[in-house]
């Protein structure tokens, strides 16, 4: 079936990194993708990676991608109380490129 | 530009009063979805339209029902809210060809509360 899995909850001190998990099972895309919400807005694509490609990297953002494993990660270095925020991973469905699975979403909170 | 618009922000129904959530796109997009967020859940498919004059179910479709009014409007209908349709519903649309770029915009979203 098709499934994307995180966990719910990261909490990081300010100025560490922060590294988001995602697993997926099928896939029929080329493209996975990472999206930022922030409290009482929709989403908004913070970035991508082909499927082709081990690692992305995109100012502070880096995605890994271990398609063998079928796991994603996002790193956000330096991480600001902006970085506050829900992020979702999420790929188009393997039945249908058409439908795009989410992830339960990681709440990504910020320690002083 | 508006982008993607939706309408209402926020309603509250009794259990068993029906509604409708409109949602209009500018882009020219072929493709528009309806997903609710619940805490803790993600966000779920209901219905998805590929293209004008289709429609499919996703994840969680009972209970609702959708119209491709054309290519601009997708609308989604409650027909007798219940308890468990608490929630809130956002819409979302994309160009619905390959590639990176074909990413999905969305509303800002429709708090719905059914007592």
């Known amino acids: 079936g098709e499934d994307v899995e995180q966990s719910l909850f990261l909490s990081v001190r300010e100025g560490d990194s922060s590294v988001i998990n995602c697993t997926y099972t099928?896939?029929?895309?080329?493209?996975l993708y990472w999206y930022k919400q922030e409290p009482g807005a929709g989403l908004q694509l913070l970035t991508y990676?082909?499927?082709?490609?081990d690692m992305k990297q995109d100012q502070r953002l880096t995605v890994l991608l271990n398609k063998k494993d079928k796991h994603l990660s996002l790193r956000i270095a330096d991480t600001q109380t902006g970085d506050s925020a829900i992020y979702f991973c999420?790929?188009?469905?393997?039945?249908?490129?058409?439908?795009?699975?989410f992830g339960s979403g990681t709440r990504l909170s910020i320690r002083p | 530009n508006a982008g993607v618009t939706q309408t209402p922000k926020f309603q509250v129904l009794k259990t068993g009063q029906s509604m409708t959530l409109q949602c209009a796109q500018d882009?020219?997009?072929?493709?528009m979805y309806w997903y609710r967020q619940d805490p803790g859940m993600g966000l779920r498919l209901i219905y998805y339209?590929?293209?004008?004059?289709?429609?499919d179910k996703g994840e969680v479709p009972n209970g609702y029902n959708v119209s491709r009014l054309n290519k601009r409007e997708f609308s989604l209908r409650l027909e007798s809210a219940a308890p468990s349709q608490t929630s809130v519903y956002f819409c979302?649309?994309?160009?619905?060809?390959?590639?990176?770029?074909?990413?999905?915009?969305f509303g800002p979203g429709t708090r719905l509360t059914v007592l």
């Open positions: 999420a790929a188009p469905g393997y039945s249908s490129a058409s439908k795009i699975i």
């Open positions: 099928d896939s029929s895309s080329t493209y």
């Open positions: 979302a649309s994309r160009f619905g060809l390959a590639g990176a770029t074909d990413t999905q915009y």
């Open positions: 990676i082909f499927s082709n490609m």
């Open positions: 882009m020219n997009h072929n493709s």
């Open positions: 339209s590929a293209s004008e004059g289709t429609t």
